[in-house]
């Protein structure tokens, strides 16, 4: 039986703990409520978002014309080194069920909040690890027409913060991962380091969607663009956008109550009652001076919802400035 409320303050649902209320929302915690209130969205024309733990998103402050589906759909599943999840499943404990059967591959995602399906979604990572490292196949649900289907890895077009999901908006239901095997007692420690080093960049009781802005992948970026910018700043391949929102002063900066740490440029954090206005806002601005700068234009890594897309703005900005 659906649960549909109307009016449902975005905000109680995002980390950033900003958001309007959505013209109407429902949770579901199985997989045929969630196929059937797709089916409900698709049969009554009203637009729809699946989302998972909310830690990724940037929500309007105006109301969101929309039916929100939140996914708790949980459940882990093992036969010998093989796990099927359901998307719903917080990342968290995937992580640690992983680490306490004795199987290597996913404990370095510890820490990141959210949910399964949002983290295939953006293909999520950490440490050099990624969602999509051990994973097999995708059931997905195509809400169009509602075929469920099966994807294959190669299928599901993983790049850095990318897959297939962000292109064709097909919801993922299940996941299938085939991990390394591993001691259990290695992975907990492993995990707990990063967990540990995560705390220093997000401390408990942060508001934050998260890194805003993806990094760059530095072989992709033109030779003229890579000639302005030094070195020792491109690390592992990627240059972090947060080394050039810093070498254009972001750092610190604050519109109402949305802050960029002063000890990461690529993490506005809402310190109160934060509007998503400012935080659009703030972001724009330092997008625009990176632009002007090098020439650059930063993607945001964070969903934005019912707001203007950054990036088509940018585009239409004079180009590199020298
Ligand atoms: C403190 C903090 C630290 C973070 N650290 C990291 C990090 O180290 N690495 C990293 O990659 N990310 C990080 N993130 C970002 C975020 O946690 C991840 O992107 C996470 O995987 C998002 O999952 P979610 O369930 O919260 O997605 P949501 O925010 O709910 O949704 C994000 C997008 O995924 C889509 N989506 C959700 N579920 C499904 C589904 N079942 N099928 C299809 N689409 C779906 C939504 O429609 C939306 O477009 C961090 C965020 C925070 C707040």
Redesign the pocket.
């Known amino acids: 039986m659906l649960n549909f409320q109307n009016n449902y303050p975005l905000s109680q649902i ?2 950033l703990q900003i958001g309007g209320p959505a013209r109407q929302f429902v949770a579901v915690t199985t997989q045929q409520d969630l196929i059937e209130a797709i089916k409900y969205a698709h049969q009554n024309s009203l637009p729809f ?9 940037l929500v309007s402050d105006e109301p969101v014309n929309k039916l929100i589906i939140k ?1 708790e759909v949980e459940g882990i599943t093992k036969v010998v080194r093989f796990l099927t999840v359901k ?2 499943a917080k ?1 968290q404990h995937l992580a640690d069920y992983s680490i306490a059967n004795n199987l290597s591959g996913l404990q370095k995602l510890s ?5 399964l ?6 293909n ?3 440490y050099g690890q990624t969602i999509s490292d051990y994973l097999r196949e995708v059931i ?1 649900v195509k809400p169009q027409t509602g075929e469920v289907i099966t994807l294959q890895k190669d299928e599901c077009e993983f790049d850095y ?1 990318y897959s297939i ?1 962000k292109k064709n908006g ?4 299940e996941v299938i991962f085939k991990l390394d095997l591993g001691k259990s007692k290695d992975l907990r420690k492993e995990a707990d380091e990063i967990l540990e080093k ?1 705390l220093i960049k ?1 401390p408990k009781g ?1 508001k ?4 805003f802005f993806k990094n760059l992948v530095a072989e992709k970026l033109p030779k003229e663009i890579l000639k302005k910018i030094p070195q020792e700043k491109i690390v592992y391949g990627k240059l972090p956008a947060g080394s050039l929102l810093e070498m254009v002063g972001a750092k610190g900066d604050k519109l109402g109550e949305i802050e960029i740490a002063p000890y990461h440029a690529n993490l506005f954090i809402n310190k109160g009652e934060g509007k998503a206005s400012d935080f659009y806002t703030l972001a724009k601005k330092y997008a625009h001076k990176v632009k002007q700068k090098f020439g650059i234009t930063l993607e945001p ?1 964070v ?1 934005l919802i019912n707001l203007p897309p950054l990036v088509h703005k940018l585009n239409h900005l004079p180009d590199a400035a020298g």
Do not use: D, H, K, M
């Open positions: 995002t980390t978002l699946v989302i998972g733990g909310g830690s990724n998103l996914n998307s719903g990342l820490g990141i909040p959210g949910t399906g949002g983290a295939i979604f953006g999520a990572g950490a997905c913060r999901f097909w919801i993922v239901l995560r997000y942060i934050c969607p998260g890194s890594e969903q």
